[in-house]
């Protein structure tokens, strides 16, 4: 099991940047895959980026690309969502999640952990 817990979101202005943070605490977080998904008033949950256990591949949803890095540091058990050239519609509550199976799945459901969320909020 993996107890996951996020940090780093924040009030910002557009063009901004932010670093997110999730710490992982469990013997396995080394050998799942981790996801970043954000969910605004009144949308649904979205995936923002994914990234493999060892880290050697990443994903990310179109509207990200170019701005947001995902990587992980797992002698840390740390992931990390560097966030880049912001927009409010990027406000959102971000949450970090974990994949026992290592799919780095763009779909929430194939995640079985999940953080309490931060908030990132934008100003224009």
């Known amino acids: 099991q993996v107890q996951l817990v996020e940090s780093g979101g924040g009030l910002v202005q557009a063009g901004g940047s932010l670093r997110l943070s999730c710490v992982g605490a469990?013997?396995?977080?080394?050998?799942?895959?981790m996801g970043w998904f954000r969910q605004a008033p009144g949308k649904e949950r979205e995936f923002v980026a994914a990234?493999?256990?060892?880290?050697?591949?990443?994903y990310y949803t179109d509207t990200v690309k170019g701005r947001f890095t995902i990587s992980r540091d797992n002698a840390e058990k740390t992931a990390f969502l560097q966030m880049n050239s912001l927009k409010p519609e990027d406000t959102a509550v971000y949450y970090c999640?974990?994949?026992?199976?290592?799919?780095?799945?763009?779909?929430?459901?194939?995640?079985?952990?999940w953080g309490q969320g931060t908030q990132v909020t934008v100003s224009s």
């Open positions: 990234i493999t256990w060892d880290g050697s591949r990443t």
């Open positions: 999640a974990a994949d026992s199976f290592g799919r780095a799945s763009p779909h929430f459901y194939d995640y079985a952990y």
């Open positions: 469990g013997r396995l977080f080394s050998s799942h895959a």
